[in-house]
Nanobody, 125 residues
Framework: QVQLVESGGGLVQAGGSLRLSCVDS????????MGWFRQAPGKEREFVAATRWTGTNTYYADSVKGRFTISRDNTKNTVYLQMNSLKPEDTAVYYCAAGRTYSSSISDTSAYDYWGQGTQVTVSS
């Protein structure tokens, strides 16, 4: 059973940094891709970043390029999201997601089969 558990959220001032972690504690398959999404109150869930489980390709939303970095540790079944230069508009619940098979739309929620419970990130101005 796949169990994605996020951690690392919290309250930070604008300009600060946080690192989110997502561990698949119930790994029974090797995901094709891992992604981070976020959802602010009253808004739809939106893509933040993603990585294939093999290779070096990474993908980012324009709003976070140059500030956020996605990485993974295959030996620990863990994917990270390093968030720097945080802005108040980054405030949201951040979700980790895993996709079982290839999708050309890695930034779309439909590419993912499993989701974590989310972790709150709040950036104060």
């Amino acid at each position: 059973q796949v169990q994605l558990v996020e951690s690392g959220g919290g309250l930070v001032q604008a300009g600060g940094s946080l690192r989110l972690s997502c561990v698949d504690s119930g790994r029974t398959f090797k995901p094709y891709a891992m992604g981070w999404f976020r959802q602010a109150p009253g808004k739809e869930r939106e893509f933040v970043a993603a990585t294939r489980w093999t290779g070096t390709n990474t993908y980012y939303a324009d709003s976070v390029k140059g500030r956020f970095t996605i990485s993974r540790d295959n030996t620990k079944n863990t994917v990270y999201l390093q968030m720097n230069s945080l802005k108040p508009e980054d405030t949201a619940v951040y979700y980790c997601a895993a996709g079982r098979t290839y999708s050309s739309s890695i930034s779309d929620t439909s590419a993912y089969d499993y989701w974590g419970q989310g972790t709150q990130v709040t950036v104060s101005s």
